[in-house]
């Protein structure tokens, strides 16, 4: 279910916002002004925004401006809608890098229509990068991991060996070629890292997609 994030502090304008997101099947949340700021935002892991600028209009150009160029929000690809009232449209010259805006008081089948073409364009483009083994699924351009469709949490560096092994199946890698690889030749930790990591891969996605290969070391099943 896609993730939709709020940021308003109109409490009448986000209560009307949620009751419509939720009938059209969408998962909608909100944060506290004072969480407005990338790494709150990107533990959210959204799928789209809509940001109320009509209010606390002192930094909302800086704050939008964050969420488009943060590194952990642009990993996840998220849409943002900006939402302003017919009396400052001309303030849209100063914000860049959204994707769309509406106008509040907005029309349903206008903000769903135009909610819904953003998720899609962003499923298309996801659904071309993914990785799909069984019931695993990798997104690289959302850095995203799921699981018979739920999502899963991983560390980067669990993310990044779990992906390397997928995209090289068959293929058996030594402890020390894994390590060399994935945290680079002057990590002064020994392979016991590795075996850490895939250790907590395989609880987290389970054990039948790494195989320890004897004397060697991991390959992804082919």
């Known amino acids: 279910m896609n993730r939709i994030l709020i940021l308003s502090n109109n409490d009448k304008l986000t209560a009307g916002i949620s009751a419509d997101i939720r009938e059209w099947g969408y998962n909608l949340f909100s944060l506290e002004r004072k969480k407005w700021e990338p790494k709150s935002i990107s533990e959210e892991r959204p799928d789209l925004i809509l940001f109320d600028i009509t209010e606390n209009k002192e930094n909302n150009i800086e704050i939008c401006q964050e969420i488009k160029t943060d590194k952990k929000l642009q990993r996840l690809e998220l849409?943002?809608?900006?939402?302003?009232?017919?009396?400052?449209?001309?303030?849209?010259?100063?914000?860049?890098?959204?994707?769309?805006?509406?106008?509040?008081?907005?029309?349903?089948?206008?903000?769903?229509?135009?909610?819904?073409?953003?998720?899609?364009?962003?499923?298309?483009?996801?659904?071309?990068?993914?990785?799909?083994?069984?019931?695993?699924?990798?997104?690289?351009?959302?850095?995203?991991?799921?699981?018979?469709g739920l999502p899963i949490e991983l560390t980067y560096k669990e993310y990044e060996l779990l992906k390397y092994l997928a995209t090289r199946r068959g293929r058996a890698f030594s402890r020390e070629s894994l390590?060399?690889?994935?945290?680079?030749?002057?990590?002064?930790?020994?392979?016991?890292?590795?075996?850490?990591?895939?250790?907590?891969?395989?609880?987290?996605?389970?054990?039948?997609?790494?195989?320890?290969?004897?004397?060697?070391?991991?390959?992804?099943?082919?």
């Open 79 to 148: 849409s943002l809608i900006l939402m302003i009232n017919e009396e400052n449209c001309a303030s849209l010259l100063n914000y860049k890098k959204y994707d769309d805006f509406i106008i509040i008081p907005y029309r349903r089948a206008e903000l769903k229509t135009r909610i819904g073409r953003l998720l899609k364009q962003k499923d298309k483009i996801a659904g071309q990068q993914a990785i799909i083994i069984g019931n695993l699924a990798i997104y690289p351009s959302r850095y995203e991991v799921c699981v018979s």
């Open 179 to 222: 390590l060399n690889t994935i945290w680079g030749y002057d990590y002064y930790g020994g392979t016991r890292t590795v075996d850490v990591h895939i250790r907590r891969i395989r609880a987290k996605v389970g054990d039948e997609y790494i195989k320890t290969v004897r004397g060697v070391g991991y390959m992804f099943k082919g």
